[in-house]
């Protein structure tokens, strides 16, 4: 993950689109072999309002965090034109200056500019997207057609969003993403985190009376970019939690692929659970499922060795499983 610092040392070639209603839009797009024939591949990541590569500056010492997947793009660039946006008013690299290394910490406590604030939910980035879309459909040698867009985490939601309204898009694949309303999945682990003994119900059952209680403060002033919770604008939560991927996904004709592990707390599996049970009762067979047991939101296993617990990662399998179902569809 120790990239470069411009989109040339990613091997991406920087585009940028003014648009009247959405303003600066800039996409970038993989330089090796964007002259020749090749389907398009776009990529939506979960990142919130966080620049392509981070810098994080601690003393002498420093770490690059690329929060667009960097292994995702290099692993699929000699079969794909890879596209993806930055974050509205987000550059493609930014640093940051910490007291302690901590990378998903430092993740979180990244300040968004105010443009990003303004524009957060899923309107700007869906609508960013389809206009991006559409000018590399017309750009790019694609004599097959095929449009791949592949979300991950938040972004499988876009994703699902995405596909839902634009016809460019001939394949879906939504990883470490759910179906339902994201405030579920606070209240399952929740009631999970009960029935396994690390709280009690009654414990449990008090947590998710205040959730009710705070959904309901963000249901009631869904826009609104002053008024925070965990972490995002009260807009973002009333975007997200205002769309049901579900609804959206049980329309789609075209392959779509889900791909989740049955560890992962941030999109708990139950959701995807759900998903293939709806169409499994609406008898549709566009969907394929996959599960990689055992893993968390970032394809990390927790097993046991010598008696001491170890992070086993599983993300190439991850990649392999996502290009192999791609490939074959």
């Known amino acids: 993950f120790a990239q470069g610092k411009t989109p040339q040392d990613w091997g991406l070639r920087a585009f940028h689109l003014q648009h009247p209603q959405l303003g600066n839009i800039h996409y970038y797009v993989t330089e090796k072999g964007i002259e020749q024939q090749k389907p398009l591949l776009f990529i939506i990541s979960g990142c919130r309002g966080l620049p392509t590569m981070l810098v994080v500056q601690c003393g002498e ?3 690059q965090l690329g929060t667009v997947p960097p292994d995702l793009i290099h692993s699929f660039s000699d079969q794909y034109h890879v596209a993806f946006i930055g974050k509205a008013g987000t550059p493609f690299c930014d640093t940051v200056q910490v007291d302690e290394i901590n990378p998903l910490q430092n993740l979180e406590d990244y300040q968004p500019s105010k443009e990003y604030i303004q524009k957060c939910g899923m309107e700007w980035e869906v609508l ?5 879309i559409d000018v590399l459909c017309e750009k790019l040698p694609n004599s097959g057609g095929k449009v791949v867009v592949a979300g991950f985490s938040e972004g499988g939601h876009l994703a699902i969003k995405l596909a839902a309204e634009s016809k460019r ?11 339902l309303n994201q405030f579920y999945s606070s209240i399952i682990n929740l009631r999970m ?3 396994a003994g690390k709280i009690t119900h009654q414990e449990a059952q ?12 963000i249901y009631s002033d ?14 973002r939560w009333g975007s997200f939690c205002g769309d049901i991927a579900l609804e959206h ?13 049955s560890a992962d707390r941030n999109n708990p599996i139950l959701q995807s659970d759900y998903v293939m049970l709806e169409f499994l009762r609406l008898g549709k067979d566009n969907l394929t499922y996959r599960v990689l047991p055992g893993c968390d939101h970032w ?8 008696g001491k617990k170890e992070h086993v990662s599983h993300r190439k399998e991850a990649l392999m499983m996502i290009g192999d179902w791609i490939a074959s569809n």
């Open 61 to 63: 010492k420093s770490l």
């Open 128 to 132: 960013a997207s389809s206009l991006v």
């Open 169 to 179: 898009i001939t394949h879906l694949v939504s990883v470490i993403s759910g179906g």
């Open 193 to 195: 985190d009960a029935a």
């Open 206 to 217: 008090a947590a998710i009376d205040d959730l009710f209680a705070t959904y309901r403060k």
């Open 222 to 235: 869904p826009r609104s970019t002053e008024k925070w919770y965990y972490g995002h604008p009260f807009q």
């Open 249 to 261: 996904l049980v329309k789609l004709e075209i392959p779509i692929f889900f791909l989740n592990g």
């Open 299 to 306: 394809f990390q296993e927790v097993v046991a060795k010598d």
